[in-house]
């Protein structure tokens, strides 16, 4: 995951996880800003929030992350047939988007409280046997594609 972060010296920041755990150390640039990538520790638990805290040794700063691990199950059969999508390990009550050549927009929609999600589409007429990738996301969060075949 990404974090950035504004208004610090140029120095090395080190940002750690909420044991103390260091995770990586950044670079702020001449206006002071950051950006670098994380690797969540793998101890962590989905669907709890953790914080993180960045350093640079002066300055002190602190937020929060969530861990998620989206999932997506796809139930296809007959080109004639509707087309099912559950999601599983979303954020709570966020809007996702479900893209996949077989639709021509995307179909958008609402998580659950306990991050699920299921909703079902109809093949475009004529729409040809084979295999079709389907993917979700939650902004930059994305599942893992699934594939549809379609008989």
Do not use: K
Not at 62 to 79: D, E, F, N
Not at 94 to 123: I, K, M, Q
Not at 134 to 150: K, M, R, Y
């Amino acid at each position: 995951m990404n974090v950035s972060g504004h208004g610090w010296s140029t120095a090395v920041i080190t940002l750690s996880w909420e044991d103390g755990r260091p995770l990586v150390q950044a670079q702020a640039d001449a206006s002071g800003d950051f950006t670098t990538a994380i690797t969540v520790p793998f101890d962590s638990q989905v669907g709890s929030t953790y914080r993180i805290t960045a350093s640079d040794g002066r300055l002190t700063a602190s937020g929060q992350v969530a861990v998620y691990a989206p999932t997506i199950a796809v139930t296809c059969a007959a080109t004639t047939a509707p087309v099912s999508v559950s999601g599983s390990g979303w954020p709570a009550s966020a809007r996702f988007a479900l893209r996949s050549s077989l639709l021509a927009t995307p179909l958008v929609g609402n998580v659950n409280a306990d991050g699920t999600f299921v909703v079902s589409f109809a093949p475009p007429s004529g729409s040809l046997t084979g295999d079709y990738l389907i993917t979700a996301n939650v902004g930059s969060l994305v599942a893992p594609s699934q594939t549809c075949t379609l008989r």
